[in-house]
């Protein structure tokens, strides 16, 4: 069992290493070993709570970390991030370990999911976010300057409401496809719609409040 863990480990830092210039990406040993621990955490819980559906580790090396660290570039300098529906921890955990200047709080309905945000954070040294175990909208708007969601339940429907939440001047990052960037856009906000590197339709669609 063992064995098998260090392979799979091996084969995320693999597709990491070699997916990186993709997602003009930059990354040290110490972060690479960080994601290595991030995967092989989740690896483990993945089984109980259905952090994210089933791929192969070099898939979620570039599926779900580097297009999680593609959107490091629009988050400046020590910026306050709310992650909404932080679930598996993406898109904000490869941020954190990524980008030791920004400081996050993740947003997350499920006590058992945002147990395992917690033992993430600690298992990957992150000490400058915390986890909050609320639906975001019964909380008061955050104090912070982004808003990240990768994967909020009933996205479309949401949207107006997470919108309203979010602080004026705000910049929202969401993943997601061009039917989400269309909701955007009927709802009058305007945005930028990003291809993600290796994907056909998904986006990051970067709104401002």
Partial sequence: MKEKMTAE????????????ADFNVRLTPDQIARLRKYH????????????????????FATRHVLES???SEHLPAGARVADVGSGAGLPIIPCLIARSDLSAKLIEASRKKAIFLREALRATRIEKAEVIAERFESLPTPEVDVIT????????????????????????????????SA????????????????AKRRLLLVARR
Avoid: K, Y
Wanted: some cysteine; hydrophobic content about 45%; proline content about 10%.
């Fill in 40 to 59: 092989q955490l989740l690896t483990a819980w993945n089984a109980r709570l259905h952090l994210t559906g089933p791929c192969s580790p070099a898939e």
């Fill in 149 to 180: 969601c990768r994967a909020l339940e009933r996205f479309g429907e949401m949207l107006p409401q997470l919108i309203a939440w979010a602080p004026p001047g705000s910049t929202l990052l969401l993943f997601g496809g061009p039917e989400l």
């Fill in 183 to 198: 909701r955007l856009s009927a709802l009058g906000i305007e945005h930028e719609a990003v291809p993600l590197p290796r």
């Fill in 69 to 71: 660290l593609f959107a």
């Fill in 9 to 20: 480990t091996d084969e995320f830092a693999r597709a990491l290493i070699e997916g990186a």
